[in-house]
């Protein structure tokens, strides 16, 4: 499909088929977030690629415990809000089972640390649409930084000293009749346009 097109559908999956992600279509999505813009071409960004089952378990369970310590008051985030109520429930699950973790760290007082996340996981979402898989863009690790029992655990798998992590996306095959992505087109309702000259 077109670019624009490529763009315009790209939605975010919440239900995974239990299906792995074949080598060569995962290295490609992750070669497209290696190829995303970073501020001053400082390409600082470290992907963390999680497919091993026991440590997705891992990863919910912690970020379900800690979670579920937190307090919603009147100005918690809607999705922090949302993500804290059901690990009280004991029930969240914030990479929705999906096969994929990929998980994007860049340097702590670095400027562009989350732009350049940013860009690398929008570039990863894009292709994965573009390869036929669904992907969901997660914020709960970030969420989770400052966090002594999630950083302790992500330092187990790679993230290294003056890291954190500043986007995290979830990949895999829908769980749809056709197997694909969902892919309608919504309409904006807000992101206004200014152009001037």
């Not at 809000?81 to 990479?95: D, M, N, R």
């Amino acid at each position: 499909m077109d670019a624009l097109t490529l763009i315009k559908t790209r939605r975010s999956t919440r239900k995974f088929l239990q299906k792995a992600v074949e080598k060569e279509k995962l290295e490609q999505v992750i070669e497209a977030g290696r190829f995303a813009p970073s501020g001053g071409n400082n390409q600082t960004t470290h992907f963390i690629v999680i497919q091993d089952t026991a440590v997705l378990e891992n990863l919910a369970r912690i970020a379900r415990d800690e979670f579920a310590k937190m307090e919603v008051t009147p100005d918690t985030y809607a999705s922090l809000a949302k993500s804290i109520k059901l690990s009280q429930k004991g029930t969240y699950v914030f990479h929705y089972n999906a096969p994929v973790l990929v998980l994007t760290a860049n340097r702590i007082g670095y400027g562009n640390n989350m732009a350049d996340c940013c860009c690398a996981v929008e570039n990863m979402m894009l292709m994965a649409n573009a390869l036929d898989l669904g992907s969901c863009w997660i914020n709960q690790i970030n969420w989770l930084n400052d966090n002594p029992a999630m950083v302790s655990y992500l330092k187990t798998l790679g993230l290294q000293e003056g890291e954190a992590v500043y986007v995290s996306m979830v990949l895999g095959y829908a769980d749809t009749p056709d197997g694909l992505p969902p892919r309608i087109i919504m309409p904006r309702k807000g992101n206004p346009v200014t152009y001037v000259g």
